[in-house]
């Protein structure tokens, strides 16, 4: 096994072992002119956490999103991911709640666009068709994106963030658009994929339902400030209906309808 082939096995390992990655927020603030939307967030997320941000609408939840996934800049504070303050961008995704699929590429070209480590071109074809495979869509990888539904259309964003083996990823309201069923599946999937995987999820959702089944805790966001933190000690796979996420629900949302 020559050198290169050795970091890859080396590195493959270190991603299938699923070393999610820590995230550090110091003194976060964010102003778009005189607005100042973020007003100070300390946090620290340890390696391997699935933590929701929920809040009113423009609460600042994108934002902080943004901020993290290396997009945008804070207007005073600092963030580091895995204690890098400049050099996470690569270990981060971000997904969206539009699928930003490309229409004139098949779902498999679709899927390589997000494998970074440029390697042969079997390599790449093999690769995009087993993260295909992990979210159920074996078989489409030669269709075009105009004739999936909506699912299966983040099924394919969602393998196009997987190809690059991220140890941060985030989500952006990933299910906002789905039916209510749907919605359900692809939560599990969110669910199995960073079981399997490791990494550190951070998922905005306006559904505090959805929080409560997927997160291990749960940030409220509010007047730019952190104004709940509540951990989600609930064994998985949890079982929609049940009390105690019920409770956890009723007091998240107590806090959130208050004004
Ligand atoms: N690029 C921007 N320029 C100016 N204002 C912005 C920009 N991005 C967000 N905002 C403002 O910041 C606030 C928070 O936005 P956002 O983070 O998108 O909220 P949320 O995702 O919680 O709904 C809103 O008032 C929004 O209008
Ligand atoms: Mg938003």
Redesign the pocket.
Known sequence: MNVTVLDRAVARETRVSGAGATATLRGIR?R??T?E?LQGIDLDIPAGQFVAIV????????????LIAGL?QPSAGRIAVDGQENAWKDVVRLMFQEPRLLPWQRVVANVEVGLTHAESRTERRREAQDVLAQVGLAGRERDWPAVLSGGQKQRVALARALASHPRLLAF??PLGALDALTRIEMQDLIERVWQEKGFTAIV?T?DVTEAVALADRILV?DGGHVAMDVAVDLPRPRRRGDPQAAAIEGRILDRLLQR
Not at 55 to 66: A, D, I, N
């Open positions: 964010k778009f002119g607005h939307v809040g009113r609408s423009g609460c600042g939840k994108s934002t902080l999103l943004r945008d952006d309201e905005v306006h966001l």
